[in-house]
């Protein structure tokens, strides 16, 4: 990888930190102002719990597909760990693979459902909805990428180096 890939590579994992950073902000902040307004105010805000329900799954969804890197996954590699090396890159590769189809073959459902969604929006900010569940596409396309590179890692390189 040249110099200035790599520059921009951690330009933009930076870029994709910060805007996992920022939802979590927002998250937290309309929680205590959701909190406040229902307990001290006794005036609760519907906008606030939608605000937290959506980041929260952006977060989630956005952070797995591109925060966390493959050794950043729980994992019980209990029956793993006692294979010899050809064993281990036998199981990455089937695991990646497995996961990859399984996610690979959900897309186009997904899809249909996200395209379905921009008919609803939501109760209380009227979001359309397909925009809300539309980082479940970004996830799921993520997961098969990483997926599909694991099992081609778990070929060429040493055992476990994919994690």
């Given at each position: 990888m040249s110099t200035d890939s790599k520059l921009w590579a951690r330009w933009f994992s930076r870029r994709v930190d910060d805007a996992a950073g920022l939802m979590m902000a927002v998250m937290f902040m309309t929680f205590i102002y959701q909190v406040?307004?229902?307990y001290v105010f006794n005036a609760p805000a519907a906008w606030a719990e939608e605000i937290c329900v959506t980041a929260?799954?952006?977060v989630v969804l956005w952070g797995t597909a591109l925060v966390t890197r493959g050794d950043?996954?729980?994992r019980i590699d209990l029956l793993r760990d006692a294979l010899s090396e050809r064993g281990r890159r036998i199981v990455d590769a089937f695991c990646g693979l497995a996961l990859a189809l399984i996610f690979g073959l959900g897309l186009p459902g997904a899809w249909?459902?996200?395209s379905f969604m921009k008919i609803e929006t939501s109760?209380?900010?009227g979001w359309r909805m397909?925009?809300?569940f539309s980082i479940y596409l970004l996830f799921a396309v993520a997961i098969v990428v990483r997926q599909a590179w694991a099992v081609l890692e778990a070929f060429r390189s040493p055992a476990g180096a994919t994690r």
């Open positions: 406040a307004m229902r929260w799954m952006w950043d996954t729980i249909s459902y996200v109760a209380a900010l397909h925009l809300v």
